[in-house]
């Protein structure tokens, strides 16, 4: 896997499921755990809601 943004390679983040670009920071999460940051976003917002 490479950086969208300058093509270097990505380094794995130990303990989480990420990337980073060691070249320019850009952060890269799997496709699982982008729905569980968007399920956590989604149960903030009902609990603001209630
Ligand atoms: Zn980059």
Redesign the pocket.
């Known amino acids: 896997m490479k ?6 390679k ?1 380094v794995v983040i130990e303990d989480v499921p990420a990337n980073v ?6 952060k890269y999460f799997s496709a699982k755990v982008s729905k569980e940051i968007d399920k956590l976003l989604e149960s903030d917002v009902k609990v603001k809601e209630n």
């Open positions: 950086c969208a943004i300058c093509r270097r990505l670009c060691e070249n320019c920071g850009e």
